[in-house]
């Protein structure tokens, strides 16, 4: 009972998540049989494409949305190399991301730095799960 509780609080943290089945619910399946989107803070959208914590952001958002990427769990110790994998796709969802310099990004000045961009691209962004195939190539699997 407390389990669905903190995951329901997390869903209710993270955004609404859009899901569409289409048949089995069958994991393997899955980039075959379901579409799923969910809508992201734009600060942990940037986590991954930094491939770093961009502060005021907590780093459990960062870690949530690479997670809900591949549609797997992520350990702290795997979130650099996991956005580095996960940066590709992201970036080929959200081509508007492309233009963004994170060559002044310094942990003073971010907060100031994800307000401007904030303003430019908007608080969250739409992301879809990257689909299994890709993924399990991304890794060699």
Same mark, same amino acid.
């Given at each position: 009972?407390?389990?669905? +509780? &903190?995951?329901? @609080?997390? %869903?209710?943290?993270? /955004? !609404? =998540? *859009? #899901?569409?089945?289409? $048949?089995?619910?069958?994991?393997?399946?899955?980039?075959? +049989? &379901?579409?799923? @989107?969910? %809508?992201?803070?734009? /600060? !942990? =959208? *940037? #986590?991954?494409?930094? $491939?770093?914590?961009?502060?005021?952001?907590?780093?459990?958002?960062?870690?949530?949305?690479? %997670?809900?990427?591949?549609?797997?769990?992520?350990?702290?110790?795997?979130?650099?190399?996991?956005?580095?994998?996960?940066?590709?796709?992201?970036?080929?969802?959200?081509?508007?991301?492309?233009?963004?310099?994170?060559?002044?990004?310094?942990?003073?000045?971010?907060?100031?730095?994800?307000?401007?961009?904030?303003?430019?691209?908007?608080?969250?962004?739409?992301?879809?799960?990257?689909?299994?195939?890709?993924?399990?190539?991304?890794?060699?699997?």
């Amino acid at each position: 009972m407390a389990k669905q +509780k &903190r995951n329901r @609080q997390n %869903e209710l943290n993270h /955004g !609404d =998540i *859009l #899901c569409v089945f289409t $048949g089995s619910m069958d994991k393997k399946c899955r980039s075959k +049989k &379901r579409s799923c @989107q969910k %809508e992201f803070h734009l /600060g !942990d =959208i *940037l #986590c991954v494409i930094a $491939g770093r914590l961009i502060r005021p952001r907590p780093v459990y958002g960062w870690q949530y949305l690479l %997670e809900f990427l591949i549609d797997g769990p992520v350990w702290s110790h795997q979130l650099c190399e996991m956005s580095n994998i996960c940066r590709p796709f992201l970036l080929e969802q959200l081509p508007q991301l492309k233009t963004i310099d994170i060559s002044g990004l310094e942990s003073r000045n971010s907060k100031i730095w994800l307000e401007k961009q904030i303003s430019k691209f908007g608080v969250k962004l739409i992301v879809s799960q990257i689909p299994t195939k890709k993924i399990d190539k991304a890794l060699g699997i």
